[in-house]
């Protein structure tokens, strides 16, 4: 097998040597803070009870263990979609509004940044600084992009470190100056790390800004009803960006409200 001796190890970041010192450590009274997931009070994994029934019911079905088409199961993307927008049935039937299943938020990103890559000729992409760190990257956005074709990667400023507040005017400056056509990511709730997010007025100004320019959204969800409590509150931002007429993908994960960490 020479012909694989070549291959650069990746090495480990902070998430897997922190969670491996963890695992390493004899203390009894230690407290896993590393991945977001919910556990019980002896630290197993938790479930929520009807994720459980449903997941019975799928088991005992024998019709949904088919081939599934290439878009996923219609009748769960519909209702995804439905779930980011609202009523969507007429311009589900117009070819409007449409989803695709992926495997996770990070599957998502990925052929999301694939189509605008391979198809719209997209070659440069912004994202919040700070930005999500995945467990086995640096960091997840710009990883993907570049992986995808995304010739320039950049952050746009969000978190002021001195203040611990979001940089609103760093942030509208940086995405005013990006050229035509550019991606930029969005957390539509819950920013990842950071926990800060825009308000409606801010929002608002936000989608201006991607009109003028000309950009392209792509809004980044996996805390819808976690941020604020109410999932329509948590909807906000991309039903506006829909209501002012603007065209956006969005990578919506589920992972954290059904508490399901291995199965998409």
Known sequence: MAEFNNVPVVGRNGYIEVDTAFHNDISPVKVDLVFGTFRSEDTSQYLLPVVKRAENMVVNDTSSHDYLSPAGIEGFTKSASGLLLGDINQLWKEGMVFGVQ???????????????????????????????VHQYFSEIHGTIFAFSGFQNTFEYRYLNRETKEIDFDGLCEDISNASVDSVVILHACGHNPTGLDLTKDQWKIIAEIMKERKLIPFFDIAYQGMASGNIEEDAWAIRYFHSEGLQFLCAQSFSKMFTMYSEY
């Not at 940044?113 to 994202?127: D, G, I, P």
């Open 102 to 132: 992926c495997i996770g938020g990070a599957g998502a990103l990925k052929i999301g940044a694939e189509f605008l890559s391979r198809h719209m000729n997209c070659t440069t992409v912004y994202y919040p600084d700070p930005s999500y």
